[in-house]
């Protein structure tokens, strides 16, 4: 006889019908709750699913249609900082959740992992929880070692006794979305390759002059119009205007800006993406774009575009060419180790391999 799977234990009378998932910020990890939260409406269709979000990845998933409710944590500083909490906690409703998801290892997110009126909190070991994050759950998934970040989030599921496969992620993009699509995509007369030039973490960050480089290579070697894809922080614009000073390349689309939404629709329309380890890289993998990743700081086994595309990683993590390094959270200086070469080289590989995108 199998073993009984363990949220029958858990939930006896029969599946959670309220289910609470904290992830608060990162777009990245945004991406990687959306198949999470698939998996629950597939395995549980009758489950009503809040998610603790903050408002930037909020923009993201805000239409999703596994997603009924969102409960938006505004962050505050200084003196104010737990005024934040306190806002968030009062939405939360008086009728506990079934099942919390306490997807996010940090202080913040075990704060209101905390105040979340459930019977089962659901966590990260000891192993991984961060800032004591362990002590805001109740139930915690066994630790197996590091793992890729969206196969982490899939332990929660399998803990729970539920398959998280097929993977689906289902961003959507609206009517709207698809006739500025059409028409952004419909004034180009080659295929597109967005570039995103920057993260907000800047030992994550490529050079300005590989970047100039690599839009020349773009424009002149595959016959592909650059677009630079991003958000509109000072980083992004400094590393932009700088890349679009030192190169050639003259038909270089520049659409930074405030409109998270329409990097969405942008990824989805390009043939190819190029892009450090940020959100719009698990964006592009989610769409199924092939994208070319950037690696140097972050460990690409742990965060690189998940079980595709990896072979279109540049991989300056590795301190020499085929270290074989473990799956680690550990950071390192490597993305002086990306080359112009090396990136020009994945793109011919990209377009070689994945012709229909």
């Known amino acids: 006889m199998s073993e009984r799977p363990r949220w029958q234990t858990l939930f006896p009378e029969g599946p959670p019908r309220r289910i609470c998932?904290?992830?608060?910020?990162?777009?990245?990890?945004?991406v990687h709750v959306l198949p999470v939260a698939n998996a629950l409406k597939r395995h549980w269709p009758e489950c009503r699913i809040t998610w603790v979000i903050q408002p930037v990845p909020h923009r993201l998933v805000a239409d999703h249609p596994a997603i009924d409710d969102f409960l938006l944590f505004h962050?505050?500083?200084?003196?104010?900082?737990?005024?934040?909490?306190?806002?968030?906690?009062?939405?939360?409703?008086?009728?506990?959740y079934d099942l919390v998801l306490g997807l996010q290892v940090y202080f913040k997110a075990g704060v209101l992992t905390g105040l979340a009126p459930a019977r089962v909190k659901l966590g990260f070991d000891r192993h991984r929880a961060r800032d004591m994050n362990w002590l805001f759950t109740n139930e915690r998934v066994t630790y197996h070692g590091q793992r890729h970040v969206q196969d982490q989030y899939f332990e929660f599921l399998e803990h729970l006794g539920l398959d998280p496969h097929p993977a689906e992620?289902?961003?959507?993009?609206?009517?709207e979305e698809r006739r500025s699509q059409a028409a952004f995509f419909g004034n180009l007369d080659r295929p597109a390759c967005a570039v995103v030039v920057g993260t907000s973490k800047e030992r994550k960050n490529w050079t300005p002059e590989g970047y100039a480089r690599v839009l020349e290579a773009l424009e002149d070697e595959f016959g592909m119009q650059p677009v630079l894809v991003g958000g509109p922080s000072a980083v992004e614009r400094r590393i932009a205007d700088e890349a679009l000073s030192l190169t050639r390349a003259r038909s270089v689309i520049d659409t930074l800006g405030n409109?998270?939404?329409?990097?969405?629709?942008?990824?989805?329309?390009?043939?190819?993406?190029?892009?450090?380890d940020t959100g719009p890289l698990h964006i592009a993998r989610a769409l199924e774009t092939p994208v070319v990743g950037l690696y140097g700081y972050t460990n690409p086994k742990r965060t690189g575009p998940w079980r595709r595309y990896q072979d279109l990683v540049v991989d300056g993590y590795a301190a020499f060419e085929g270290e074989a390094y473990p799956v680690s959270p550990e950071y390192r200086d490597g993305m002086t180790r990306v080359t112009v070469d090396a990136v020009v080289e994945k793109i011919g590989l990209a377009l070689e391999r994945y012709p229909n995108g």
């Open 21 to 30: 998932i904290v992830m608060l910020s990162a777009i990245g990890d945004a």
């Open 75 to 96: 962050r505050r500083r200084g003196v104010d900082a737990w005024e934040g909490f306190r806002d968030l906690s009062r939405q939360y409703p008086q009728q506990p």
């Open 169 to 175: 992620w289902g961003i959507p993009i609206s009517d």
């Open 259 to 276: 409109d998270l939404r329409k990097v969405v629709w942008l990824l989805d329309g390009s043939a190819l993406a190029i892009s450090p």
